[in-house]
């Protein structure tokens, strides 16, 4: 058997899979040609109701099987996510159980919103140059636990930040931030919100914290507020250019919506008696979501818990001040979810059928929607749970939390580029990276590959960074090597990993496994102290993306 172009006993292996996919090109064009003459006989289909009835049937098990294969296919990833007026307090000694970082199943996303961070002048200013300290407790919470500060964003007191699961970072994409005033007519941004977007395994998801105005009487104007920001913030970017224009929104923060006509004495009773559907009815939010289109499209799970608004410090006790302020539920969390185009046109048809149903009509349960398969873009989001957190007491609100299950299928499953450390790694010599595009982006001359301990905080975390072509070395069809030198390795060595950043799509698109870096040799001979070395086990170096 002769080879083929050079290539020894590639022919029986090439005819094999030319074979395989012959036949699925054939099998999956001979579905589409019984499909459209599937169509031509149902303008042709008899009016006999038995034979409807049993295409029908047909058609349902059919798209049953459709949607069974894509339910296999579908993951589930958990979010939890934090809003918390945290009333300009310094952060408490620990953050766990608001956070649930012992819960059975592991969170993959964490979304954290907080309004009212101190933001005096040289506060602010600190905090501009450096971390503040609500990230820095965060991070030194969640970092040893494997989750990667992605972003954050930050408008005077309000401050969004986004942590994810190391495993997931290569799949997060398109990832912007965005903020927009609301306070003293637009020009100050103690009022308004601020938002993160991102592609999570293709799916648009973004996250809107605000700070509305406040008081009993500003109903409407917290209505009109969130209605500009939803209309007008935007993201820098052709694609989902709106807040509404993701799949998935969640909508958080001290919303300051209260409770309406209730005396006092009667809503402490309703509470103390944990009767809190008593107050539902007079909730501002909830009458505002019966008045207005837009704020019925998101949805919130019961409020069971204690309005969480407003206590005096460091205490369970509503508030006991000469203004005596009624408790409200001003810390919320919603969530908007797009409909397919399939799946709206079967809520309208569903609603039709319903309608007709009302008129005598019967209607077989469960029918409306089986004839529309889910497409593979579709999302399911399920609360799990939606609670207050009694014992944070620093504050005059107490924190929410809100726990989600996103069912849906990874539109992508490979990493943009993958990266591995070459050979054995010490500062004892120079060390090589080789990574390979396994998918198209667009690159640049500012793309960076950084070295990082496990367990590192942000992208901004690195030890070191090498440019992707300054120090290229070799390059062919498959990979590409890149030079660092032994100056920049750490001398005590450790565990690390490599990740490439990418400055067209701002984030990172490939990350190692974990390696490890020998101790050096000469260090060791000589017997440096670690506070001599070279100091690269710190974070010291300015690079990309640091301001210091």
């Given at each position: 058997?002769?080879?083929?172009?050079?290539?020894?006993?590639?022919?029986?292996?090439?005819?094999?899979?030319?074979?395989?996919?012959?036949?699925?090109?054939?099998?999956?064009?001979?579905?589409?040609?019984?499909?459209?003459?599937?169509?031509?006989?149902?303008?042709?289909?008899?009016?006999?109701?038995?034979?409807?009835?049993?295409?029908?049937?047909?058609?349902?098990?059919?798209?049953?099987?459709?949607?069974?294969?894509?339910?296999?296919?579908?993951?589930?990833?958990?979010?939890?996510?934090?809003?918390?007026?945290?009333?300009?307090?310094?952060?408490?000694?620990?953050?766990?159980?608001?956070?649930?970082?012992?819960?059975?199943?592991?969170?993959?996303?964490?979304?954290?919103?907080?309004?009212?961070?101190?933001?005096?002048?040289?506060?602010?200013?600190?905090?501009?140059?450096?971390?503040?300290?609500?990230?820095?407790?965060?991070?030194?919470?969640?970092?040893?636990?494997?989750?990667?500060?992605?972003?954050?964003?930050?408008?005077?007191?309000?401050?969004?930040?986004?942590?994810?699961?190391?495993?997931?970072?290569?799949?997060?994409?398109?990832?912007?931030?965005?903020?927009?005033?609301?306070?003293?007519?637009?020009?100050?941004?103690?009022?308004?919100?601020?938002?993160?977007?991102?592609?999570?395994?293709?799916?648009?998801?973004?996250?809107?914290?605000?700070?509305?105005?406040?008081?009993?009487?500003?109903?409407?104007?917290?209505?009109?507020?969130?209605?500009?920001?939803?209309?007008?913030?935007?993201?820098?970017?052709?694609?989902?250019?709106?807040?509404?224009?993701?799949?998935?929104?969640?909508?958080?923060?001290?919303?300051?919506?209260?409770?309406?006509?209730?005396?006092m004495h009667f809503m402490r009773e309703a509470i103390n008696n944990k009767r809190f559907h008593l107050l539902w009815e007079k909730d501002q939010l909830i009458m505002a979501k019966k008045k207005e289109a837009f704020l019925r499209e998101?949805?919130?799970?019961?409020?069971?818990?204690?309005?969480?608004?407003?206590?005096?410090?460091?205490?369970?006790?509503?508030?006991?001040?000469?203004?005596?302020?009624?408790?409200?539920?001003?810390?919320?969390?919603?969530?908007?979810?797009?409909?397919?185009?399939?799946?709206?046109?079967?809520?309208?048809?569903?609603?039709?059928?319903?309608?007709?149903?009302?008129?005598?009509?019967?209607?077989?349960?469960?029918?409306?929607?089986?004839?529309?398969?889910e497409p593979e873009s579709s999302v399911k989001l399920r609360l799990e749970s939606y609670t207050t957190h009694m014992s944070y007491g620093i504050s005059d609100h107490k924190p929410v939390t809100g726990s989600f299950s996103l069912e849906?299928?990874?539109?992508?499953?490979?990493?943009?580029?993958?990266?591995?450390?070459?050979?054995?790694?010490?500062?004892?010599?120079?060390?090589?990276?080789?990574?390979?595009?396994?998918?198209?982006?667009?690159?640049?001359?500012?793309?960076?590959?950084?070295?990082?301990?496990?367990?590192?905080?942000?992208?901004?975390?690195?030890?070191?960074?090498?440019?992707?072509k300054d120090d290229e070395v070799s390059v062919n069809d498959e990979e590409v090597q890149v030079f660092l030198n032994m100056d920049e390795i750490p001398v005590l060595g450790g565990e690390f990993v490599l990740c490439y950043y990418s400055?067209?799509?701002?984030?990172?698109?490939?990350?190692?496994?974990?390696?490890?870096?020998?101790?050096?040799?000469?260090?060791?001979?000589?017997?440096?102290?670690?506070?001599?070395?070279?100091?690269?086990?710190?974070?010291?170096?300015?690079?990309?993306?640091?301001?210091?």
């Open positions: 058997m002769e080879d083929v172009e050079g290539l020894p006993g590639s022919r029986p292996r090439s005819d094999s899979m030319a074979s395989t996919a012959s036949h699925s090109t054939s099998g999956r064009l001979l579905l589409r040609q019984r499909v459209v003459q599937l169509l031509t006989c149902v303008e042709d289909l008899s009016s006999d109701e038995e034979i409807q009835e049993e295409v029908s049937r047909t058609l349902n098990e059919a798209f049953l099987v459709c949607g069974k294969r894509s339910a296999r296919d579908a993951e589930c990833f958990r979010l939890h996510m934090v809003t918390w007026n945290v009333g300009t307090a310094a952060p408490p000694a620990t953050v766990s159980s608001l956070l649930e970082i012992d819960r059975e199943k592991p969170i993959d996303l964490y979304v954290i919103g907080l309004q009212e961070v101190n933001s005096k002048i040289l506060n602010f200013i600190n905090d501009m140059t450096f971390e503040d300290p609500w990230s820095n407790l965060l991070m030194d919470t969640l970092s040893p636990l494997g989750y990667v500060k992605l972003i954050s964003i930050r408008m005077q007191g309000l401050l969004l930040i986004v942590f994810a699961k190391q495993v997931h970072i290569p799949f997060i994409r398109d990832i912007q931030a965005s903020y927009l005033r609301t306070g003293i007519y637009g020009y100050w941004g103690n009022k308004g919100g601020v938002s993160v977007r991102m592609s999570f395994y293709g799916h648009m998801i973004c996250f809107l914290n605000c700070h509305l105005t406040a008081h009993m009487g500003n109903a409407n104007q917290r209505v009109d507020e969130i209605e500009h920001i939803l209309d007008t913030q935007e993201f820098n970017t052709s694609h989902c250019p709106k807040i509404l224009d993701h799949k998935v929104v969640f909508w958080f923060g001290d919303l300051n919506f209260r409770i309406a006509d209730h005396g998101f949805e919130e799970g019961p409020l069971k818990f204690k309005p969480t608004y407003k206590f005096d410090l460091h205490s369970e006790t509503y508030d006991t001040s000469g203004k005596k302020r009624k408790p409200a539920w001003t810390d919320r969390i919603l969530w908007r979810l797009k409909m397919d185009t399939q799946t709206a046109a079967g809520e309208a048809e569903t609603e039709k059928e319903e309608g007709a149903q009302g008129e005598g009509e019967e209607l077989e349960e469960d029918e409306e929607r089986t004839l529309v398969p849906m299928k990874k539109l992508y499953n490979i990493p943009l580029v993958r990266l591995k450390a070459e050979g054995e790694w010490s500062a004892d010599q120079d060390a090589l990276i080789t990574y390979s595009i396994l998918d198209t982006f667009v690159s640049s001359t500012w793309d960076w590959i950084g070295l990082y301990k496990s367990g590192f905080r942000s992208y901004t975390n690195y030890i070191t960074y090498v440019w992707v400055s067209n799509l701002q984030c990172i698109i490939g990350v190692s496994p974990p390696f490890q870096i020998q101790e050096s040799k000469a260090a060791i001979e000589e017997g440096m102290a670690s506070e001599n070395l070279n100091g690269l086990d710190n974070t010291t170096i300015l690079g990309p993306n640091q301001d210091f």
